[in-house]
Nanobody, 115 residues
Framework: QVQLVESGGGLVQPGGSLRLSCAASGFTFSRHGMSWYRHPPGKEREWVAWIGITDLTNYADSVKGRFTISRDNTKDTLYLQMNSLRPEDTAVYYC?????????WGQGTQVTVSS
């Protein structure tokens, strides 16, 4: 069965960096585009970034130039490098897979940006 397990969240000061990971299993990782989403407190879940099977990427305007999505198909792992973090980046971050019309989510990892 599909499993997505995020890690790497934590508490960081404004301007700091974090790298999130999403370990994938139960499907052929290299054959699927993957996304990161986030759910800020008191707001709706929002899309953050996407990476395709050819490493084509796309980003939400709010994170463009600060976040980098990447993948390692040898490790079946998705990454999100987050730099220049801001308090408004505080959220639970999720990786997402859509396969044959079914959407899969990980359990999420909390990122808190605060001084």
């Amino acid at each position: 069965q599909v499993q997505l397990v995020e890690s790497g969240g934590g508490l960081v000061q404004p301007g700091g960096s974090l790298r999130l990971s999403c370990a994938a299993s139960g499907f052929t990782f290299s054959r699927h585009g993957m996304s990161w989403y986030r759910h800020p407190p008191g707001k709706e879940r929002e899309w953050v970034a996407w990476i395709g099977i050819t490493d084509l990427t796309n980003y939400a305007d709010s994170v463009k130039g600060r976040f980098t999505i990447s993948r390692d198909n040898t490790k079946d792992t998705l990454y999100l490098q987050m730099n220049s973090l801001r308090p408004e980046d505080t959220a639970v971050y999720y990786c997402r897979l859509v396969d044959s019309g079914t959407t899969y989510w990980g359990q999420g990892t909390q990122v808190t940006v605060s001084s």
